[in-house]
């Protein structure tokens, strides 16, 4: 890093409440959408870790509010987990350092905004979840996140990322993709469309039960991939559940099927393979364990009577992205190699098909789960 980028990090650090002092700051590759930083301080001789991130305003087009969520959230899981116990509070949740103002965040003078949070020491993360007990780990996690939150009034929370699960409107762009055709892949593509058409119900899955308000509206993540839970290094146990940034009123079983989706199946989200792409129903149990040992203490009867079907609703949701991507030639999903996005939506309808089949086994597991 040039000593212009190092002094530019010291003058950013020190526009938030940090009493250390500065000694270097470097650049994470860890995240695919903020910049982020590691910056190291020294205090009383010892040293003290931040991280630093700039927002990415081109994805989250309010930044502000979405640090208005995060610190809504944290505050809130702060004070539950202190009701548990007060020992490693900032290693139990994401702890927001506030900028000279009080503020949640600073915008320089190029527009851009950035926030602080205490780096969480001693802690490691997974990619891919190669045993049961790993799902088993992150459906607890994210089942004790939804459950200290359930209390958390919705409206406290606002919408970040406008409809991103509304299956709807992703039907919708899939058939103007389509339609417009521009890059001439769609007949190449006809037996991908036709299982979308065919299988085009998929999307209205939750649409009576909310209607009739059988499935109220809660805080979830919508960001349940293993990565973000960190793993304190010598217990081997759940810490702290990171990637604020999405966290939006919804269903649980967004977060649910999402935990199904990435944690079922062996296969990477764009093998070429689709051998590959199977349904591990021992994981499957395990992540529901996991889940219900803390979300079963919230969730209405129809919440768990939904469960079993959430993972195709998310995985199919996801097809018609990937797909629609395709169709345009690949405007929002990076693609680094041709075809990418095609492989890629092709997995997840294999997937949604394998989950499918096993719809009735899925289903009579969590019933069993007391």
């Not at 200290?148 to 103007?176: C, M, S, V, W, Y």
């Not at 036709?194 to 909310?210: N, Q, V, Y």
């Not at 996991?290 to 993972?311: H, M, Q």
Request: proline share 2%; hydrophobic share 40%; glycine share 6%.
């Amino acid at each position: 890093m040039s000593e212009a980028n190092v002094n530019s990090l010291e003058k950013l650090i020190s526009q938030f409440q940090i009493v250390a002092e500065f000694v270097e700051g470097h650049a994470w590759v860890k995240g695919h959408i903020n910049d982020t930083y590691i910056i190291t301080c020294q205090q009383g001789g010892s040293p003290i870790r931040y991280i630093l991130q700039r927002i990415n305003h081109d994805v989250f087009h309010q930044p502000a509010v979405v640090m208005q969520n995060v610190k809504a959230t944290t505050d809130h899981l702060r004070k539950k987990i202190a009701e548990e116990s007060s020992v490693d509070l900032t290693r139990r949740t994401m702890t927001i350092v506030p900028t000279r103002g009080g503020a949640s965040y600073y915008q320089d003078i190029k527009g851009n905004y950035w926030r602080a949070y205490v780096f969480i020491e001693r802690v490691n993360s997974s990619h891919v979840a190669e045993k049961p007990k790993q799902a088993e780990q992150v459906g607890r996690a994210f089942g004790l996140f939804q459950k200290r939150l359930a209390d958390l009034p919705a409206d406290k929370i606002q919408e970040t990322i406008p409809q991103f699960h509304n299956g709807e409107l992703r039907f919708k762009d899939l058939e103007k993709a389509i339609e417009e055709d521009k890059q001439g892949r769609a007949a190449k593509v006809q037996d991908e469309i036709d299982f979308c058409k065919t299988h085009k119900d998929i999307i209205h899955t939750f649409t009576s039960a909310i209607v009739e308000g059988r499935l109220p509206v809660r805080i979830t993540h919508n960001d349940t991939k293993i990565d973000n839970v960190l793993l304190d290094n010598e217990s081997g146990e759940v810490m702290c559940i990171v990637d604020l940034d999405t966290v939006m009123p919804g269903l649980v079983h967004y977060d649910f099927g999402d935990m199904v989706r990435t944690l079922t199946s062996p296969a990477d989200e764009d093998d070429r393979n689709l051998k590959n792409v199977t349904m591990r129903m021992d994981f499957f149990e395990a992540l529901s364990k996991g889940y219900l040992s803390e979300a079963n203490s919230f969730l209405n009867k129809t919440e768990k009577d939904y469960l079993a079907v959430s993972g195709k609703v998310i995985t199919f949701q996801l097809a018609l992205r990937f797909l629609t991507d395709h169709l345009n030639g690949d405007l929002y999903f990076r693609a680094h190699r041709e075809g990418h996005n095609l492989d890629r939506a092709r997995v997840q309808f294999k997937l949604v098909q394998k989950m499918i089949e096993n719809e009735e086994a899925m289903k009579s597991l969590i019933a069993s789960i007391d």
